[in-house]
Structure formats: C-alpha cells, structure tokens
C-alpha cells in the first residue's frame, strides 16, 4: 500500500472514532447506508464521512465533507401549546443544538494541533470549516450540520523497501 493510501485509511480511522467519542452513535464513510431508512431510530445521532478530494504536492491534502444528523420527530403539542407554539412542531431546533455540540467536541479534539496517529504519522486541519444546517424532509426526516474539513497528511513511511 502507498504511503498516501495508508495516510488516508488511518485519517479515516481516526476521525470516525473521534465522531463516536463526541457522541454519535454510529459513523458511516462512503455511500449512505440502507439502515439509516430503516433503523433510524437506533443509529442516531450519527455522522457520515464522504471523500471530497485529494491532492498530492509536497504536503498530501485530504478533503473530507462530514455530515452530523439526528432524527426528527413530530411534537405532540396539548392544547395550551398548540396556542402558541415555541419551537414549531417538531425538534429539528433540538436536533441541530445536539449536532453543534458533536461538532464541538470533536473539533476540539482536532483543531488547531498536529495530530498522531498509531501508524507513526500525523494530520492537521488546515483550516476552520464552515457548516451549513441540513434539513431532509421526506421519508428518512434528519437534520443536522455539514461542512467539509481540509487534513494535510505528513510523515507517513512505508513499512517496505
């Protein structure tokens, strides 16, 4: 394997632990999975991580766009409420406040420091991303943050001569 290929394997590896140690209880990589249709219920909150981009120069960059979702549900609201609702009808408002606090310590976990990983290599964001609110209203119903984090790689030493 090329020391690129492994840089961005161990990259990967990385940032879906750190998701699920900020809070989510699952992170996919690649293509959306069946399971969020169908499990929704046990796979939230959760995190998605979709390869953006790649470029190699003396420094390899790693583009990757993560998408932090909860599950949104219809509010029940009695009849006081229904006077004057608050928040609307359902938690998207919930949702997404869950979502920036996963988003908060996982950046922090990362951000503004070179981080090591066991494979004797290293990363670093290299620059503060920027999130924008999702919001799917058809058959899955999620909301959440999505933004893409530029990783520069370094370091990385193939195992074979």
Not at 38 to 60: E, L, M, R, W, Y
Not at 64 to 90: C, H, M, R, W
Not at 124 to 148: A, C, D, K, M
Request: proline letters at 3%; aromatic letters at 10%.
């Amino acid at each position: 394997m090329s020391e690129s290929y492994r840089g961005f394997y161990d990259l990967t590896e990385d940032i879906i632990q750190r998701l699920k140690d900020a809070g989510c209880s699952v992170v996919t990589f690649g293509d959306v999975p069946d399971y969020i249709r169908s499990q929704k219920n046990v796979v939230t909150p959760g995190a998605h991580i979709s390869p953006v981009g790649f470029s190699t120069n003396d420094i390899n960059t790693v583009q990757l766009e993560v998408f932090v979702y909860d599950l949104t549900t219809l509010i029940k609201l009695d009849i006081e409420q229904s006077a004057n609702p608050i928040y609307g009808e359902n938690n998207t408002v919930d949702n997404l406040d869950t979502c920036m606090g996963i988003i908060d310590r996982f950046l922090r976990q990362i951000q503004k420091r070179t981080v090591q990983i066991n494979s004797g290599g290293y990363y670093r964001v290299q620059s503060s991303p920027q999130w924008s609110s999702v919001y799917e209203t058809g058959n899955v119903r999620l909301s959440g943050w999505i933004g893409t984090i530029n990783f520069s790689l370094q370091n990385y030493t193939s195992a074979c001569e």
